[in-house]
């Protein structure tokens, strides 16, 4: 294996420019010439395409080589990861070569429709599998960057603290131009977060909570800037909703975000029915992403169709809107070149790929963006929680008898069908609900590890499991409830009041 090899070897010579650059070139030789996984005739020649992709990451990391050119290679080595799954049925795993029975039989026609199994967009999750959304898959197909652990310590280091439970397991997995955001940082320069909730009832559940709980987060470490937007205005479109209703759930759910903990003097709450008629400034950005987006590609990337209000088609630049500092002259005053950071759920993403190609043609830099995966329904991870399903949601009103309930009713279990099935064989962590809320809400990492193996070897039954769980929401929603009892009326107009924030740019 030349490549494990030249890896080893490049160790060595770190210090060598001559030899690191000779060697790199013998290594993008040689990748170069592996294209992707259309040409694997065999489970085990796309196998070794995999290890020699590894590789090639490895050495462009290593080389500090063009960021452009290391998420290029980490894009087709995810790609040539989703085309080994399909081909054997298995995730790649380095080390343990496919064995010669590993070919997944050839269904017909239904092989093509592989790729539409998960719909994600704006409006609408849903998979087939019950370990939900195949997410190396929708980073292929979406064109954003994985969120490796080389990130994750690059992260670590510029903030100076240890990186939030949801960047350890992988929840917040996907970026785009993160490591720009981080650039910027160790140059002293200053950026802003930008995250929002489009408020279709008045009581919010446990799932609209993480890019919340995320965004404080970053706010808290890295010190800047925050603005939340919530977008009544596109309930009011999409929703049989009244207009003025569309505004109460705005002001209700301002208040379940405000007991999140956010700096009332770093954070600006708006509603986009209140805001958009207050700034010019921000009207003004909204028609100039309108004038550089044509029909065809909103209807290309949102799927509107003939029968859609004009309304829906030119809502994505309101959504883009607050990607641009001169969006917020209160805060930012007439500065147009700060860099925007969004954290947010990747069925939002297609509202941020439309963002990113307008910035440079009316002059703004492009918004960064941090994916999160999707918080699942009780009843399983084919689709998201649903506000609109009160037994697929624990909310965020629910009483400790209720979150009981929900779990110990609805909560999808992993487990066998008896006892003894399971303390033989054992549970399966990976479709099991109250695993998967386990990983958002639980802290200690090693005491999750001690449960996925307990309850993965049969030592801990689905019960005990959800015990654990119903045991970690109560005090937790308790809590919630107990903050959002403290946000007044005044409270709420504190925050949504456009006024200066305190940072330093």
Same mark, same amino acid.
């Given at each position: 294996?030349?490549?494990?090899?030249?890896?080893?070897?490049?160790?060595?010579?770190?210090?060598?420019?001559?030899?690191?650059?000779?060697?790199?070139?013998?290594?993008?030789?040689?990748?170069?010439?592996?294209?992707?996984?259309?040409?694997?005739?065999?489970?085990?020649?796309?196998?070794?395409?995999?290890?020699?992709?590894? #590789?090639?990451?490895?050495?462009?990391?290593?080389? *500090?080589?063009?960021?452009?050119?290391?998420?290029?290679?980490?894009?087709?080595?995810?790609? +040539?990861?989703?085309?080994?799954?399909?081909?054997?049925?298995?995730?790649?795993?380095?080390?343990?070569?496919?064995?010669?029975?590993?070919?997944?039989?050839?269904?017909?026609?239904?092989?093509?429709?592989?790729?539409?199994?998960?719909?994600?967009?704006?409006?609408?999750?849903?998979?087939?599998?019950?370990?939900?959304?195949?997410?190396?898959?929708?980073?292929?197909?979406?064109?954003?960057?994985?969120?490796?652990?080389?990130?994750?310590?690059?992260?670590?280091?510029?903030?100076?603290?240890?990186?939030?439970?949801?960047?350890?397991?992988?929840?917040?997995?996907?970026?785009?131009?993160m490591h720009q955001v981080l650039d910027a940082c160790e140059k002293q320069?200053?950026?802003?977060?930008?995250?929002?909730?489009?408020?279709?009832?008045?009581?919010?559940?446990?799932?609209?909570?993480?890019?919340?709980?995320?965004?404080?987060?970053?706010?808290?470490?890295?010190?800047?800037?925050?603005?939340? =937007?919530?977008?009544?205005?596109?309930?009011?479109?999409?929703?049989?909703?009244?207009?003025?209703?569309?505004?109460?759930?705005?002001?209700?759910?301002?208040?379940?975000?405000?007991?999140?903990?956010? #700096?009332?003097?770093?954070?600006?709450?708006?509603?986009?029915?209140?805001?958009?008629?207050?700034?010019?400034?921000?009207?003004?950005?909204?028609?100039?992403? =309108?004038?550089?987006?044509?029909?065809?590609?909103?209807?290309?990337?949102?799927?509107?169709?003939?029968?859609?209000c004009i309304g829906k088609i030119s809502f994505p630049a309101i959504q883009?809107?607050?990607?641009?500092?001169?969006?917020?002259? =209160?805060?930012?005053?007439?500065? *147009?070149?700060?860099?925007?950071?969004?954290?947010?759920?990747?069925?939002?993403?297609?509202?941020?790929?439309?963002?990113?190609?307008?910035?440079?043609?009316?002059?703004?830099?492009?918004?960064?963006?941090?994916?999160?995966?999707?918080?699942?329904?009780?009843?399983?991870?084919?689709?998201?929680?649903?506000?609109?399903?009160?037994?697929?949601?624990?909310?965020?009103?629910?009483?400790?008898?209720?979150?009981?309930? *929900?779990?110990?009713?609805?909560?999808?279990?992993?487990?066998? #069908?008896?006892?003894?099935?399971?303390?033989?064989?054992?549970?399966?962590?990976?479709?099991?609900?109250?695993?998967?809320?386990?990983?958002?809400? +639980?802290?200690?990492?090693?005491?999750?590890?001690?449960?996925?193996?307990?309850?993965?070897?049969?030592?801990?039954?689905?019960?005990? +499991?959800?015990?654990?769980?119903?045991?970690?929401?109560?005090?937790?929603?308790?809590?919630?409830?107990?903050?959002?009892?403290?946000?007044?009326d005044e409270t709420v107009k504190q925050f949504m009041t456009p006024r200066?924030?305190?940072?330093?740019?």
């Amino acid at each position: 294996m030349l490549f494990r090899t030249c890896h080893i070897y490049l160790c060595h010579v770190f210090g060598n420019k001559l030899v690191l650059s000779y060697l790199w070139g013998s290594v993008k030789k040689m990748t170069d010439c592996q294209g992707d996984g259309e040409g694997a005739n065999s489970p085990m020649e796309l196998y070794e395409k995999l290890n020699a992709q590894g #590789d090639k990451v490895r050495v462009l990391n290593t080389a *500090k080589a063009e960021r452009a050119e290391i998420d290029a290679a980490v894009q087709l080595l995810l790609k +040539l990861k989703v085309d080994y799954k399909q081909m054997t049925g298995q995730d790649y795993k380095a080390g343990s070569p496919p064995s010669e029975n590993s070919v997944v039989p050839d269904n017909g026609p239904a092989a093509d429709d592989a790729n539409d199994e998960d719909t994600v967009d704006p409006w609408n999750v849903s998979t087939t599998s019950a370990k939900g959304v195949d997410y190396d898959k929708l980073i292929v197909r979406f064109g954003s960057s994985k969120i490796e652990k080389e990130l994750v310590d690059r992260i670590e280091k510029v903030s100076g603290q240890k990186p939030h439970r949801f960047l350890r397991r992988g929840i917040f997995f996907s970026h785009r131009d993160m490591h720009q955001v981080l650039d910027a940082c160790e140059k002293q320069k200053s950026f802003y977060l930008y995250t929002g909730r489009g408020p279709s009832s008045e009581a919010m559940h446990v799932g609209h909570l993480i890019p919340f709980i995320f965004t404080k987060w970053l706010q808290d470490v890295f010190d800047i800037p925050l603005v939340i =937007q919530l977008t009544d205005d596109e309930k009011y479109l999409w929703k049989d909703l009244t207009i003025e209703d569309c505004h109460h759930f705005a002001v209700e759910n301002a208040k379940d975000i405000i007991a999140c903990g956010f #700096d009332v003097n770093k954070t600006f709450i708006f509603s986009d029915l209140d805001y958009m008629g207050a700034s010019p400034e921000f009207y003004r950005n909204v028609v100039k992403i =309108q004038k550089h987006v044509t029909f065809n590609q909103v209807k290309g990337i949102f799927g509107f169709t003939d029968s859609d209000c004009i309304g829906k088609i030119s809502f994505p630049a309101i959504q883009a809107a607050p990607s641009f500092s001169n969006s917020f002259p =209160q805060i930012f005053g007439g500065r *147009k070149d700060i860099q925007c950071l969004i954290p947010c759920a990747i069925d939002q993403d297609p509202y941020f790929r439309m963002t990113r190609d307008v910035a440079p043609r009316i002059g703004y830099p492009k918004p960064a963006l941090l994916h999160s995966t999707f918080f699942p329904a009780l009843q399983g991870a084919q689709t998201k929680m649903s506000a609109s399903d009160a037994n697929s949601s624990i909310f965020l009103t629910d009483t400790p008898k209720q979150i009981k309930n *929900k779990v110990n009713k609805h909560a999808f279990s992993g487990g066998k #069908d008896t006892v003894e099935e399971h303390r033989k064989y054992g549970g399966n962590p990976d479709v099991d609900v109250s695993f998967m809320y386990l990983t958002f809400f +639980l802290e200690d990492d090693e005491q999750l590890e001690k449960i996925r193996q307990d309850y993965s070897c049969g030592a801990l039954l689905t019960g005990e +499991l959800k015990k654990i769980l119903i045991e970690t929401l109560q005090p937790m929603i308790a809590q919630h409830q107990e903050r959002r009892k403290q946000v007044t009326d005044e409270t709420v107009k504190q925050f949504m009041t456009p006024r200066p924030l305190n940072f330093k740019l």
